[in-house]
């Protein structure tokens, strides 16, 4: 079975910083495209970042000069810097994986809460 598991969430101050991780048991980690997703209290999930397995980035517009994704193909990790943090920045945030070569797959983790309160 495979496994995404999401940790580094937490509380952070208005314009300060956390750094998520995710952990996969992914085997061909490099064929998948690695993203981050949040969702808040009453709101559909949104994308939030997304870097594919030749190492392309893409950020919602929202997050963009804020957060940074990066993966690690030697450890089969990803990760998501986030910098500059906003209350609207507070969710549960979500990795995700999807193959980006022969038959679709798709994966999720179960989310890391990040809280951003004064």
């Known amino acids: 079975q495979v496994q995404l598991v999401e940790s580094g969430g937490g509380l952070v101050q208005p314009g300060g910083s956390l750094r998520l991780s995710c952990a996969t048991s992914?085997?061909?980690?490099?064929?998948?495209?690695m993203g981050w997703y949040r969702q808040a209290p009453g709101k559909q999930r949104e994308f939030v970042a997304v870097?594919?397995?030749?190492?392309?980035?893409n950020y919602a517009d929202s997050v963009k000069g804020r957060f940074t994704i990066s993966r690690d193909n030697a450890k089969n990790t990803v990760d998501l810097q986030m910098n500059s943090l906003k209350p609207d920045d507070a969710a549960v945030y979500y990795c995700?994986?999807?193959?980006?070569?022969?038959?679709?797959?798709?994966?999720w983790g179960q989310g890391t809460q990040v809280t951003v309160s004064s």
């Open positions: 992914i085997s061909a980690f490099n064929v998948y495209h």
């Open positions: 870097i594919s397995r030749d190492g392309i980035r």
């Open positions: 995700n994986a999807r193959r980006a070569v022969g038959i679709f797959a798709d994966y």
